[in-house]
Nanobody, 121 residues
Framework: QVQVVESGGGLVQAGGSLRLSCAAS????????MGWYRQAPGKQRELVAS???????NYADPVKGRFTISRDNAKKTVYLQMNSLKPEDTAVYSC???????????????WGQGTQVTVSS
């Protein structure tokens, strides 16, 4: 079995910082892209940032220059450092990882349960 578990959400004032972590565990052969998504009330889920296994990153325009995604392949963990937070960053943040459990299986997308980030004005 594979598990993807996020941590690090919470309540912060505008201008503050938070760091999210997401760890994958279980029967894992390899991990390709890992990413963070968010969904605000009444809105569709959107990509925040993603990072490939070799460290190539991609950011949504609203978070460029404020958020930084990184990963530790040995720990099977991805991080999201969020600085200069704004009230509009308030959302449930979910981690996604493309994981292969054996060398001959395709990659499958796994999701964490989500963590709430609330930014007060």
């Amino acid at each position: 079995q594979v598990q993807v578990v996020e941590s690090g959400g919470g309540l912060v004032q505008a201008g503050g910082s938070l760091r999210l972590s997401c760890a994958a565990s279980g029967n894992i052969f390899s991990i390709n892209t890992m990413g963070w998504y968010r969904q605000a009330p009444g809105k569709q889920r959107e990509l925040v940032a993603s990072i490939t296994s070799i460290g190539s990153t991609n950011y949504a325009d609203p978070v460029k220059g404020r958020f930084t995604i990184s990963r530790d392949n040995a720990k099977k963990t991805v991080y999201l450092q969020m600085n200069s937070l704004k009230p509009e960053d308030t959302a449930v943040y979910s981690c996604n990882a493309d994981i292969r459990t054996t060398a001959w299986y395709p990659y499958y997308s796994y999701w964490g349960q989500g963590t709430q980030v609330t930014v007060s004005s």
